[in-house]
């Protein structure tokens, strides 16, 4: 364990344990990394974290949905909860954190245990105005591209590669005028991408290559699961 200010990092502890067990006995730090470790159980209740800045949980053991007390981190500027076997639908009260800058919620589909964030995507994220990296892929979404998300006119990375939501991209999304990464690959995505969504920022777009795109960077085909980044 590392302690520098208001950081306590965990990194690579690589100990079978819950996170109560390896929380440390003393106030929160404001930034709290234990990245890559094997820590299991289920999340813990956040309303004692609010002074939290980072979250780091991620490449772990993690289970079970992201509790409704999120919502009562609001000053929280990173979450990532990637690669873990988290599930349920994404709480609405995550919308509520309008301080994020980034938020990891991808690689939690696995098929022992089964797990990974289901439901529709959250169209409360688009609340989310300061948000800059916003990554959802390989879950079990389902529904539709949420047109609240063209407010996030900060974004400049979107990952929702590997879900089964459908549809097409909404013309909304001419909003997110800093967007520079859009992953769409690997779903169900069809149709046209409209014109005005293709900014010239965008400078990785990649879809399926039965997606009509003029500007796209890269196109995926059915059966490939490997991109590059």
């Avoid at 105005?129 to 529904?143: A, M, Q």
């Avoid at 990464?181 to 069809?190: A, D, K, P, Q, R």
Wanted: glycine content about 10%; proline content about 5%; aromatic content about 8%.
């Amino acid at each position: 364990m590392w302690v520098l200010g208001n950081t306590v990092e965990f990194n690579c502890l690589k100990s079978q344990s819950t996170l109560t067990n390896v929380s440390p006995p003393f106030k929160l730090p404001e930034i709290l990394d234990l990245t890559n470790n094997t820590l299991l159980g289920t999340l813990p209740e956040f309303d004692s974290w609010t002074n939290a800045q980072e979250i780091k949980l991620g490449t772990n053991f993690f289970t079970g949905p992201i509790p409704e007390s999120v919502g009562s981190l609001r000053r929280l500027a990173t979450l990532d909860l990637s690669i873990n076997f988290l599930g349920g639908d994404i709480p609405d009260a995550l919308g509520d954190v309008e301080s994020l800058l980034m938020l990891k919620l991808g690689g939690n589909a696995n098929e022992e245990p089964f797990s990974g964030f289901t439901g529709n995507l959250p169209g409360a994220l688009g609340n989310l105005r300061n948000l800059v990296e916003l990554e959802v892929y390989s879950n079990r979404f389902t529904g539709q591209l949420p047109l609240e998300w063209g407010q996030l006119d900060k974004l400049e990375t979107l990952d929702v590669e590997f879900n089964s939501i459908t549809g097409s991209v909404p013309g909304e999304y001419s909003g997110m005028t800093s967007l520079r990464e859009f992953y769409l690959s690997n779903t169900g995505i069809e149709g046209a991408v409209p014109e005005e969504v293709c900014h010239d920022s965008l400078a990785f777009f990649v879809v399926d290559c039965d997606v009509v795109c003029t500007c796209c960077s890269q196109c995926i085909e059915e059966g490939e699961t490997r991109r590059v980044r």
